[in-house]
């Protein structure tokens, strides 16, 4: 986990963000996270792999956090501070749901297969490094886009994971190198998710007492 992900300078305002590339991003995200997302879905079931269908949904909830994202862009701070509220809950919310999922695998999942895990990781690889390189520029604004440079960076660290586990599988035969990355996988979403709510409500609390004076 890089150690500016945990510093927190003062936001850019929205005037001096190149707002049309940013859209344009953010329009090439959703695209590629929705495609992915119908890969890794079907790859997962296939392969029987929890971490290939964990990633199949964080795609699904990234492609969700770029259409809002697009959708309050132009908006006031306040309304994308609180656009940025709604995805910290989606990925704390994912989280939570490949633990509880991770953790009823391990009473009994069969041994998913390497060969399709490794081949789907890479491919994902790929997909998140162009975005999050796409993102890298605006991922000190603020707490809305803070939130799309964190989600694009988690992906492509539980990308590299999943190809881990599909090695740690191959050479172990047994499920539990993909169950310990699903379990990471949500760590990194927990984490994600608190990181983005602070920042929010710091800015939903700015814009408070600017209103108080």
Same mark, same amino acid.
């Given at each position: 986990?890089?150690?500016?992900?945990?510093?927190?300078?003062?936001?850019?305002? #929205?005037?001096?963000?190149?707002?049309?590339?940013? =859209?344009?991003?953010?329009?090439?995200?959703?695209? *590629?996270? %929705?495609?992915?997302?119908?890969?890794?879905? $079907?790859?997962?079931?296939?392969?029987?792999?929890?971490?290939?269908?964990?990633? %199949?949904?964080?795609?699904?909830?990234?492609?969700?956090?770029? $259409?809002? &994202?697009?959708?309050?862009?132009?908006?006031?701070?306040?309304? =994308?501070?609180?656009?940025?509220?709604?995805?910290?809950?989606?990925? /704390? $919310?994912?989280?939570?749901? *490949?633990?509880?999922?991770?953790?009823? $695998? /391990?009473?009994? @999942?069969?041994?998913?297969?390497? /060969?399709?895990? @490794? *081949?789907?990781?890479?491919?994902?690889?790929?997909?998140?490094?162009?975005? #999050?390189?796409?993102?890298?520029?605006? =991922?000190?604004?603020?707490? !809305?886009? =803070? &939130?799309?440079?964190?989600? &694009?960076? !988690?992906?492509?660290? @539980? !990308?590299?994971?999943?190809?881990? /586990?599909?090695?740690?599988?191959?050479?172990?035969?047994?499920?539990?190198?993909?169950?310990?990355?699903?379990?990471?996988?949500?760590?990194?979403?927990?984490?994600?998710?608190?990181?983005?709510?602070?920042?929010?409500?710091?800015?939903?609390?700015?814009? %408070?007492?600017?209103?108080?004076?």
């Amino acid at each position: 986990m890089s150690a500016h992900c945990c510093q927190h300078e003062p936001p850019k305002p #929205a005037a001096i963000v190149d707002l049309a590339r940013y =859209r344009r991003v953010l329009w090439i995200a959703l695209l *590629v996270n %929705a495609a992915m997302f119908a890969v890794e879905l $079907g790859a997962g079931y296939r392969a029987g792999s929890l971490s290939l269908l964990a990633d %199949a949904i964080d795609f699904a909830g990234d492609a969700l956090n770029y $259409g809002v &994202s697009l959708a309050v862009l132009s908006a006031a701070l306040a309304w =994308r501070a609180r656009a940025a509220v709604l995805k910290g809950l989606c990925m /704390a $919310g994912f989280g939570l749901f *490949v633990i509880i999922r991770a953790v009823w $695998g /391990a009473l009994g @999942g069969a041994v998913p297969d390497a /060969a399709t895990m @490794g *081949v789907v990781g890479a491919i994902a690889l790929l997909a998140n490094v162009g975005v #999050a390189w796409m993102l890298y520029a605006f =991922r000190e604004g603020d707490a !809305n886009m =803070r &939130s799309v440079w964190l989600c &694009s960076r !988690n992906d492509a660290i @539980g !990308n590299l994971a999943v190809m881990g /586990a599909a090695a740690g599988v191959l050479g172990t035969g047994t499920a539990w190198p993909d169950l310990a990355v699903a379990a990471v996988m949500a760590a990194l979403a927990l984490q994600g998710g608190w990181l983005v709510l602070r920042q929010a409500r710091g800015e939903l609390t700015a814009q %408070a007492h600017e209103h108080a004076h």
